[in-house]
């Protein structure tokens, strides 16, 4: 769980991502062909998805030319660390200063 935590820590945007992927495999449990999801199924993009693999959260159970299709490593430690980040995760985004506009 220490992996994902950490990567929860530094990379609370990914939490909406996490919870798709974990709804997606928890959909297909019980198939037994299930070989993973793909970007779209989580709404994120490829390099995001290669920074979580690096990242040691997801890895990539298929490849072909056509698709690349990921599952999570440990998905009960994501679910966990995933119960420790607020539902939209926890980083606020705020301006130093307001953008003035000129006429």
């Known amino acids: 769980m220490a992996g994902e935590a ?3 820590r530094t990379h ?5 991502v996490l919870r798709a992927a ?3 495999e928890e ?9 993973g999801w793909t970007w779209d199924r989580v709404r994120a993009y490829p390099a995001s998805l290669m920074a ?3 990242g040691g959260v997801i890895r990539v159970s298929f490849k072909s030319n056509s698709q690349t299709r990921y599952l999570l490593v440990n998905r009960a430690a994501t679910k966990l ?9 926890s980083t606020v985004v705020r301006r ?3 953008i003035s506009r000129k006429r």
């Not at 959909?27 to 070989?35: E, P, Q, R, T």
């Open 6 to 8: 950490e990567y929860l």
């Open 27 to 35: 959909l297909h449990s019980g198939d037994a062909s299930y070989d």
């Open 22 to 24: 974990i709804r997606e």
């Open 81 to 89: 660390a995933l119960a420790g980040v607020g539902s939209r995760g």
């Open 12 to 16: 609370a945007e990914m939490a909406s």
């Open 96 to 98: 130093k200063r307001p």
């Open 52 to 54: 979580m693999v690096i």
